[in-house]
């Protein structure tokens, strides 16, 4: 059967949703304003990937960092500042090192680097 298992992954991707809700905010306490979710297979296709690497946004909140700094729904994150994304945990822990310069973004088959501003 295969109901347990999409249980199972269902109930995966809640727990990288939550953890990526709660990793929106660095260390210093800034908040970017996004929603975001691992890349998976599916996406590979989807977004035009190399492979099921990096960060989809799924939501960015009116008026927020985020936002103020261009990054769109449907952007893959592949990198922070010039260090490969691999999966939601990896991301994680770069935000909540702190001083989080760039991020490399993949949207509609290009690749594109987003600054956060130096005021923060």
């Known amino acids: 059967m295969r109901l347990p298992w999409l249980r199972q992954q269902a109930?995966?991707?809640?727990?990288?949703?939550?953890?990526?809700?709660?990793?929106?905010?660095?260390?210093?306490?800034?908040?970017?304003?996004?929603?975001?979710?691992?890349?998976?297979?599916?996406?590979?296709?989807t977004y035009g990937l190399a492979k099921a690497q990096g960060i989809v946004v799924v939501d960015v909140a009116k008026d927020s960092l985020a936002e103020k700094m261009g990054i769109q729904p449907g952007d893959v994150i592949l990198e922070v500042n010039n260090s490969?994304?691999?999966?939601?945990?990896?991301?994680?822990q770069y935000l909540h090192?702190?001083?989080?310069?760039?991020?490399?973004i993949w949207r509609k088959g290009q690749g594109l680097d987003v600054a956060v501003p130096q005021s923060l």
């Open 11 to 45: 109930a995966e991707q809640a727990r990288q949703n939550a953890a990526a809700e709660s990793s929106a905010a660095p260390a210093s306490g800034v908040r970017f304003g996004f929603q975001l979710r691992a890349v998976t297979d599916a996406d590979v296709a």
């Open 84 to 92: 490969e994304i691999g999966d939601l945990d990896l991301f994680t």
């Open 97 to 104: 090192g702190g001083s989080v310069k760039k991020f490399h």
